[in-house]
């Protein structure tokens, strides 16, 4: 059915509880500086409202400013949070993926640190590799849209639902493409997540069938935390004044979410990993799937120029071929 080892992957995952503490940790505050801050917003805003016989108004715009100031806010930490968290938990991961001891008298979060920063120099660097990788794989998804549209037997409707699934698989594998980089230990983000890309395309079958799989008992997972976290939030925004249900509802999805981001992605980004490498061992790229994405994806050519400019930067404007022949 899939091809990932649960056991495993658990069992990984366990060994690297110190950073998915540290995870944890990271989420919850997110969580913590929405809830605070969009029920300060409307405790604020009561006060302002009550002074124009307006309090329910008040309630519900002072919310609306506090969660969008917390949003704003956390949109410019979304960098910091790619680099450190994602790719650091990345970094430890393929660590014992590969049955590696980590390093004595270190711990996870400065291991991670150090080959983050000694993959990454920059952490723009890292954020657009991630971006052109999530830029190439709506090629797949497109690809995967126009075939289901040209199956007449299927509901329009299930053909939407499928399609929105295999959308939100597509989220683990950008993490698993960072892990090959990471992994390879090479000095060219560019040329290895256009490698792994091509590798992720020639066994795309295999892969979306376990992306599939996992995004479904993710999002499950996730609908349950929202079922039991949705009661005591509404008890915390009674105390602000706020009776309604949509404001409880939102800070329950985004209490979910940083539950889902903390300890239930992990899951879904490990196994796609241990399948991706198991998968690819050995696996020389197709380059018949390089150039289906080539003509397909302007961000996969974008990439592959990336990936001769880094190489040139590195050896004074020649080529690597050049610089062996002199």
């Known amino acids: 059915m899939w091809d990932f080892k649960l056991g495993q992957v658990l069992s990984t995952l366990w060994k690297t509880k110190e950073f998915v503490l540290f995870r944890f940790l990271i989420y919850m505050g997110i969580t913590l500086a929405y809830i605070l801050g969009t029920g300060l917003g409307g405790g604020i805003g009561s006060l302002i409202g009550s002074v124009g016989d307006s309090k329910e108004g008040g309630i519900f715009y002072g919310m609306v400013g506090g969660f969008s100031i917390v949003s704003g806010v956390l949109y410019y930490v979304r960098e910091y949070l790619l680099y450190m968290v994602k790719a650091g938990h990345i970094a430890v991961i393929v660590k014992h993926l590969d049955g590696e001891p980590m390093p004595e008298g270190k711990g996870q979060v400065k291991y991670a640190q150090e080959v983050v920063k000694e993959r990454f120099k920059e952490s723009s660097i890292l954020f657009g590799v991630d971006q052109i990788i999530k830029g190439v794989l709506k090629t797949f998804n497109r690809i995967f849209s126009g ?52 590798l992720y395309g020639q066994n795309y079958k295999t892969f979306l069938k376990n992306a599939l799989f996992l995004t479904i008992i993710t999002w499950v997972l996730s609908l349950l935390v929202l079922i039991v976290v ?60 390089e150039a289906k994405l080539e003509r397909g994806s302007k961000k996969f050519v974008e990439l592959k120029e990336k990936a001769v400019g880094w190489t040139k930067n590195k050896f004074g404007g020649k080529s690597e071929e050049q610089a062996k022949l002199e």
């Open 147 to 198: 075939v289901m549209s040209f199956l007449p037997f299927l509901p329009q409707g299930l053909v939407k639902f499928v399609n929105g699934v295999v959308n939100m698989s597509l989220t683990y594998v950008d993490e698993v493409i960072l892990a090959y980089y990471i992994r390879n230990n090479s000095e060219n983000p560019w040329e290895d997540a256009k490698t792994a890309l091509v």
């Open 230 to 289: 949705f009661a005591p939030l509404a008890g915390f925004m009674s105390l602000v004044g706020y009776e309604g249900n949509i404001w409880v509802l939102v800070l329950a999805i985004v209490t979910a979410w940083g539950i889902k981001a903390a300890l239930i992605d992990p899951i879904a980004m490990t196994a796609l990993m241990q399948v991706f490498f198991k998968v690819t061992e050995g696996q020389e790229p197709n380059p018949e799937w």
